[in-house]
Every structure is written in C-alpha cells, then in structure tokens.
C-alpha cells in the first residue's frame, strides 16, 4: 500500500514538546521556501473545500507575487498532522510521513488548504529571484483530529465581526460614490464576492480625517497600519461614541471621488515621479514593487499599469493631501488647490522621499509605510507646494 512520505528542504525549524507529563505530542514549526513545497498532500482531513473563486484565495495569490517579503507572516500557514517527522539539521532536510492512502482521515493539512492550493498551483510561475517562504507548523500523535480540524477552521476575527456590523452603516458612503465605476465592485457583506469591500473606503476616509488630524502634528498612520483600528474608529463614529456627537466620516464621505481618483494617479504615475529623481534608475526593482511583463490594473478605477506598488509606498503619499483640506462653516469639508494640480508639482518629490525612507530601513515596505518621520516629511512637502500655488495665483491676480 502506498505511503504519503515526502521528503524536501526547509529554512529554520523549532520543535516545542507537550507541557504535559507522558504526553508525546510535537509541534515542529518551520519556515519552507514556497518552491520546495511539495505536491500530493493529502487535504481530505480539512473540513473546508478550497474554493479558488472567492475574495480570500485570491488575497493569497496575489499576495505570493508581492516582494515585500512578509508572505511567512501575514499568512497563516498550513498546519498538519503527520504520523512522523524527521529532521536532519545538517542538511536542512525534513522527512514528512503523512502516513498510507487508507489513512487521509487522519493525516495531512488540517487548517490553510486555501494556501496550499495557491502555492502548488502558482509557485512555477512565480519570479525566482524573489523568494518567498511559507509557514508550516506540523502536529504529531494528534488525539481528537476532528476536534483541532474544526476549532483552527472556525475560528473569527474580530475585525471580521466589525465588517459585519458594518453593511448597516455604510449608505451615506454609498451615495457619495454611486456615479463612479468602482461602485459595484465593493463587497458590503463579508461572503460577498467582490474585488473591494468596505474596509478600503474606511481606510481612505481615515487617511483625510481632518477633524483627528488637523496638522502635522499627529499622522493617521492606522489608516496602513490598523485595519481593526480603523474601523473601531468608524462605528465609534456612527454610533456617537467618540467624544462629540458629529460623525467625522459623514463628512469626509463626499471627497471619497477626488481621494480615489488621487490614489489612482499616485499608483499609475508612481514610475514617472521615480524617474525625474532617478533617470537611469530602474522602478521595477525597488522592492515593494512589482513589474508585471503581462500587465495589471489599477485598484480601484483598474486602469492599465505595468507596476504592483504595495501600500506602504501609496499611503504615506497619500495621506500627506490632507494637508490640503479645509473645515469650513457646519464642518464642510473643501480642497484649498486641486489635489491633481499639487501631485502634478511634487510627485518627483513625494516618490524620492519614500523610496530613499525605504532604502534607509533596509529596504522594508512595511516598515516604510508605519514610519512616522516619512508621513511628516510627506506632509510638510504637500503644505510647501499648496503655498507656492498660492502664492502663484495671487500673484497672476
């Protein structure tokens, strides 16, 4: 009878024992390069069909082709149960007995079956000079296997709940963006199957949040960095928790057009703003970007680009246009300059200011995106090109 023994190589590997006296219970933690991940795992132990249409497996393709190297972190990874495990430390080699072809019941990935699909289905395609590893945390002499496969597999985000409790509290945001074409792509309910959902639009709203941040005294790094946090914000606002009883997002609600928009010119013209800054320097190879041969889209409007910018890059540009807001009377929200027209002025700047923030924190997308100093350089460079336009317009008055 045939067994399920596979046999490859993994980067770095801890073995935790059981707490408890007698018990043989192991885990194995390791971090694999995706390429070595082998084929033929059995799945049928996993309670949850792969469905390789929904918003979630896409997030996790997607996310295998980003080189901002967080792959083994952000995902969750793949948990198994194996009837044995063998390391050899010295070739960094692990043999995995996921025991005979009678025995699937019982061995094979329990948890992240969606992750395993989209690593064998995708890793060949992948560009091999960007390595990307993947978690696995393996499970020996498990005893109530239906009892761990159904508590990893259901287990809920808090953020997931949020969402939930956010589709009721959304339509003064859907009015404010029903003419434009990204519309119908926004998922409203958590299982709905869209490109956007509605955390997206609360995160660009919280980045112009002018009422929270009024200077450049204080950056909405969150709207990055905080996705729970963020949306805690939002129903706090709705349900007149926060410290006033006026509603921020009401009122930011009608920029969103101009904010998309703003974000869609920032990701297409990313690459010019480089350019000026770098002549001979090459956009495709910063990392945290990714040049796609085949082409891409745009996020929201899916303009036609070559590039894949991660967000770290996007919103500390981004976010520095609220510089260019002001609260006029009953808390109406107006652009002092056409934000376009500002962009137009400071994109060679902008663009350098991040990248070289990036290269100075070795070249780490994510850390560039939470770095406060760039947020505040960011800002302080739109404030300075908002006032050389005015000073131009008096001038030609």
């Avoid at 050899?88 to 019982?106: C, M, P, R």
């Avoid at 137009?344 to 990036?358: G, P």
């Amino acid at each position: 009878m045939k067994n399920n023994k596979f046999r490859f190589n993994y980067k770095k590997y801890s073995k935790l024992k059981s707490p408890y006296e007698g018990d043989n219970r192991e885990v194995y933690h390791l971090w694999v390069d995706i390429e070595q991940i082998p084929s033929g795992f059995p799945t049928e132990v996993n309670p949850r069909d792969v469905k390789t249409n929904t918003k979630v497996y896409r997030r996790i393709k997607d996310a295998l082709t980003e080189s901002t190297q967080s792959f083994f972190v952000n995902n969750r990874g793949i948990l198994i149960s194996a009837k044995s495990i063998g390391i050899d430390a010295v070739t960094n080699e692990i043999t995995l007995d996921l025991g005979s072809v009678d025995q699937t019941e019982k061995y094979g990935v329990l948890d992240g079956g969606h992750t395993y699909h989209a690593i064998i289905k995708n890793k060949k395609k992948l560009d091999p000079d960007e390595k990307q590893y993947v978690h696995l945390e393996i499970m020996n002499n498990v005893i109530e296997i239906d009892e761990l496969s159904a508590a990893r597999n259901t287990s809920v985000q808090v953020s997931d709940k949020a969402i939930a409790e956010l589709a009721n509290k959304f339509e003064f945001v859907k009015e404010s963006i029903e003419n434009e074409p990204f519309s119908k792509d926004i998922a409203y309910r958590e299982n709905e199957d869209k490109r956007l959902d509605t955390v997206d639009l609360v995160r660009l709203m919280y980045a112009f949040n002018k009422f929270k941040y009024k200077d450049n005294s204080n950056q909405p790094i969150q709207a990055y960095s905080g996705k729970a946090q963020v949306l805690k914000d939002y129903l706090a606002n709705y349900d007149g928790t926060t410290n006033n009883s006026r509603n921020d997002y009401e009122h930011i609600a009608p920029l969103l057009p101009e904010i998309v928009k703003l974000y869609d010119k920032i990701e297409l013209e990313m690459v010019e703003g480089y350019k000026l800054s770098n002549p001979k320097g090459q956009f495709g190879k910063v990392k945290g970007v990714d040049r796609k041969d085949k082409g891409a889209t745009t996020r929201y409007y899916q303009n036609p680009t070559l590039y894949h910018i991660t967000q770290g890059f996007i919103f500390p540009i981004l976010a520095a246009f609220r510089a260019l807001i002001e609260i006029k009377d009953s808390n109406v929200l107006e652009w002092s300059v056409d934000p376009l027209s500002v962009w137009e002025k400071s994109k060679s700047k902008l663009v350098n200011n991040t990248v070289e923030m990036s290269r100075q924190l070795g070249n780490n997308p994510q850390s560039t995106g939470k770095s406060s100093a760039l947020w505040l350089q960011n800002y302080d460079a739109i404030n300075s090109t908002k006032l050389q336009i005015q000073i131009e317009m008096l001038q030609s008055k």
